[in-house]
């Protein structure tokens, strides 16, 4: 049976795989260390789980796949998803805005100073 308590640890994967995916094509098409001497990209790994979260956020939003979740894992339909999971007290419904907020504040504070 699935539990569905825990969807805002999905956050943190988001995150994770956002930076994985960033340092990576960074290092690739610049220098090797590019990533860590600079803030910009830093902020694109923000903005790019940003984007990763709100879809996340979409798809908890669809009654019609939850409900299909509900009948194949057996379990009670999730109500309200985006708001009652959360991850370190915030509802994953804020979460895409946080991120996006912080990343283009890190990369206009890079690229402007």
Do not use: N
């Not at 990576?24 to 790019?48: E, N, Q, V």
């Not at 894992?73 to 991120?99: C, D, G, N, R």
Request: net charge neutral; charged share 10%; glycine share 6%.
């Amino acid at each position: 049976m699935l539990v569905w308590s825990g969807v805002g640890f999905f956050i943190a994967v988001l995150i994770s795989l956002a930076y994985v995916f960033c340092k990576w094509l960074i290092d690739t098409l610049w220098l090797d260390g590019y990533f860590a001497a600079h803030l910009w990209p830093t902020g694109a790994t923000f903005i790019l789980s940003a984007i990763l979260c709100a879809v996340f956020v979409f798809v908890l939003r669809q009654e019609k796949l939850l409900d299909y979740l509900a009948k194949t894992t057996q379990s009670q339909p999730m109500m309200a998803p985006e708001k009652t999971h959360k991850f370190f007290f915030i509802p994953v419904l804020y979460w895409p805005i946080i991120l996006f907020l912080s990343g283009a504040g890190i990369c206009i504070y890079d690229l402007t100073k």
